[in-house]
């Protein structure tokens, strides 16, 4: 099975920073990768697909890049509404592993 | 517009059984991989199975192999998830979550039922 792992576990963070979250695969999933956002007591929310492209109507301050092992979610100005856990998920192979998540709050 | 509603989920004992059930709307249910993920109290996301789109494959977590069942009824546009020999570990919020045509993404979540296993 393919391990994720994510840094890191927490952040804290102000309106308007620059934040990046790394997540890493324990075996290259190529561009097999996707980012999700989950606010408390809701599901989880699609943000990135395959890596690096925008899930239609998602803030474009919301990016993504990496392939093989290595791989990047940025928010280029965090606002208000970014505070919450951040998921990075392979689609390479089944089980389709999720990385153990990175909160960022205030 | 998609939704996906969950229903089934309660209290069950250890070793008890659980079927859980997702009627989705708005797509062509019959076009699309389906997953269920399910999330612990306080923990992260967890992968559980997913079902191809007649049925032919399903894969799941090591965690639940031989004690769960994934399945879907495109009549219906439902999918299942039978749940046997229960523990406590299993203890969770279930999502029913629409993949891509060729498994893939979870663009589109129901809103989740709770599994609780304690007797």
């Known amino acids: 099975d393919i391990q994720m792992t994510q840094s890191p576990s927490s952040l804290s963070a102000s309106v308007g920073d620059r934040v990046t979250i790394t997540c890493r695969a324990s075996?290259?999933?190529?561009?097999?990768l996707n980012w999700y956002q989950q606010k408390p007591g809701k599901a989880p929310k699609l943000l990135i697909i395959?890596?690096?492209s925008l899930q239609s109507g998602v803030p474009s301050r919301f990016s993504g890049s990496g392939s093989g092992t290595d791989f990047t979610l940025t928010i280029s100005s965090l606002q208000p509404e970014d505070f919450a856990t951040y998921y990075c998920?392979?689609?390479?192979?089944?089980?389709?592993?999720f990385g153990p998540g990175t909160k960022v709050d205030l | 517009e998609v939704q996906l509603v969950e229903s089934g989920g309660g209290l069950v004992q250890p070793g008890g059984s659980l079927r859980l059930s997702c009627v989705v709307s708005?797509?062509?249910?019959?076009?699309?991989?389906m997953s269920w993920v399910r999330q612990a109290p306080g923990k992260g996301l967890e992968w559980v199975a997913n079902?191809?789109?007649?049925?032919?494959?399903?894969n799941y977590v090591d965690s639940v192999k031989g004690r769960f069942t994934i399945s879907r009824d495109s009549a219906k546009n439902s999918l299942f998830l039978q749940m046997n020999s229960l523990r406590a570990e299993d203890t969770a919020v279930y999502y029913c979550?629409?993949?891509?045509?060729?498994?893939?993404?979870?663009?589109?979540w129901g809103q989740g039922t709770l599994v609780t296993v304690s007797s």
């Open positions: 998920q392979q689609t390479y192979s089944a089980p389709l592993t």
């Open positions: 708005g797509f062509t249910f019959s076009s699309f991989w």
């Open positions: 395959a890596a690096s």
């Open positions: 079902i191809n789109q007649d049925g032919s494959e399903k």
């Open positions: 075996q290259s999933i190529s561009s097999y």
């Open positions: 979550a629409r993949g891509g045509a060729s498994s893939g993404f979870h663009a589109y």
